[in-house]
């Protein structure tokens, strides 16, 4: 079992940056593909980005690409999002996910077997 947790969510001006982190216990993330997704209010949940286990490959939706970057230090075993050039439309509860082991990231929800709470996350325009 893995339990993840998300932290670093909080309000910031639009324009502003955030680093999310997700930090795992119960067993070691290195061998498990990472994802955050998001969901605001009356909408669905949305993919945002996605890590290797390796870390060597990545994955961005539109509207992330060039703003976000995920990363993560599998010694840590935590991952990140620094999220830059926020925007009022960000506004939205961050979750990360795990994968199983030896996966790639993945834009699909329903390809991750392990969810944190979420952290939310709120820019003021």
């Known amino acids: 079992q893995v339990q993840l947790v998300e932290s670093g969510g909080g309000l910031v001006q639009a324009g502003g940056s955030l680093r999310l982190s997700c930090a795992a216990s119960g067993r070691n993330l290195s061998t498990k593909g990472m994802g955050w997704f998001r969901q605001a209010p009356g909408k669905e949940r949305e993919f945002v980005a996605a890590?290797?286990?390796?870390?060597?490959?990545?994955l961005y939706s539109d509207s992330a690409k060039g703003r976000f970057t995920i990363s993560r230090d599998n010694v840590k075993n935590t991952v990140y999002l620094q999220m830059n050039s926020l925007k009022p439309e960000d506004t939205a509860v961050y979750y990360c996910?795990?994968?199983?082991?030896?996966?790639?990231?993945?834009?699909?929800?329903?390809?991750?077997?392990?969810w944190g709470q979420g952290t939310q996350v709120t820019v003021s325009s």
């Open positions: 996910a795990a994968r199983g082991a030896y996966n790639s990231g993945s834009a699909y929800a329903n390809h991750y077997v392990y």
């Open positions: 890590i290797s286990w390796s870390g060597v490959t990545t």
